[in-house]
């Protein structure tokens, strides 16, 4: 009988620790601990990838040791001299945000944004109004995009329009490379089945008793406040994109195991005391 019982233990701690690792890794990526080896690192080091995206080719400078590969990790959104200047940006595009950008911007300037639809609910205090939502992404989404959307190649870095810096290549010279379907977001310029970002928190908070307060906290010492972009939802108010100080698989602040993540904006109790 006591083996029977020490066996039920060790599985129900097998179960429990199965369940924990699911809740924070994601194919292998440890949440937290860096862009390294991770699905934003576009290194040809990166196991990962597999090199998918072609190779570094600031690897051919002329003042490199003969032969050295920088592989670098960085390179492929960011640079430290020859970045983007707001000179740069497409005609029409709304993008007040470079950080020493390197990547092309997508040319997409219109998207079509998610809306829940005009017969809503009676009871409109928790039914959020379409209205409210129907906003274009900000300056940091359209950097997001500027690869999900699969409208730019992934590899296509340090295109520069007017000229290019000393020893900063076009692109990687590799054949150009898009994002995997799986991971494509607004294809086309469709945002209109995706969580709505670019909008307003404070408006939607104030007519919406089902949204979670901004001072609130969202993950670890992170209010809901601190991860909005000058007071919008954005791509990275669910995702820290460098996996820095993020707990959740897939690049996200928090896990969303059991829906944590929705719901520590999303006001649903009965879904909290179910899940309990």
């Known amino acids: 009988m006591k083996k029977y019982i020490v066996l039920a233990v060790c599985l129900g701690l097998l179960l429990v620790s199965s369940m924990a690792m ?3 890794n994601y194919k292998g990526i440890t949440p937290g601990k860096g862009i390294k080896g991770t699905a934003h690192d576009l290194s040809l080091g990166n196991t990962l990838l ?3 995206y072609g190779i570094d080719d600031n690897n051919t400078y002329a003042n490199n040791p003969a032969g050295l590969n920088l592989d670098r990790i960085c390179i492929w959104c960011h640079t430290p001299h020859f970045s983007l200047k707001q000179a740069d940006i ?11 950008w390197n990547h092309e911007l997508t040319g ?3 998207y079509t944004p998610y809306t829940n639809g005009t017969d809503e609910p009676g009871d409109t205090s928790h039914a959020s109004k379409a209205e409210e939502l ?30 290019q810096g000393p020893g900063d290549p076009d692109s990687t010279g590799a054949a150009n490379v898009f994002i995997e379907a799986d991971y494509k977001i607004g294809e086309g310029g469709d945002l209109s089945n995706h969580h709505p970002i670019g909008f307003n928190y404070d408006v939607v908070e104030g007519s919406d008793n ?14 809901i406040a601190a991860l909005l972009v000058n007071g919008q939802m954005e791509c990275v108010t669910c995702h820290d994109v460098h996996n820095t100080k993020n707990t959740g698989e897939k690049f ?4 969303d195991y059991q829906s944590e993540l929705c719901l520590a904006c999303h006001l649903k109790a009965d879904v909290k005391k179910a899940l309990q």
């Not at 089902?210 to 209010?223: C, F, M, P, R, V």
């Not at 996200?252 to 896990?255: F, G, K, T, V």
Request: with cysteine.
């Open 22 to 24: 699911a809740a924070t």
């Open 50 to 52: 597999n090199g998918k």
């Open 90 to 100: 497409p005609l029409g595009a709304k993008v007040a945000y470079l950080p020493l």
């Open 108 to 110: 997409q300037l219109n």
């Open 134 to 163: 129907k906003n274009q992404p900000g300056g940091v989404s359209i950097l997001c995009l500027s690869c999900h959307d699969g409208s730019v190649a992934v590899n296509s870095y340090g295109k520069q329009p007017g000229g």
């Open 210 to 223: 089902e949204i979670q307060k901004k001072s609130q906290l969202l993950a670890g010492t992170y209010t």
């Open 252 to 255: 996200l602040w928090r896990s």
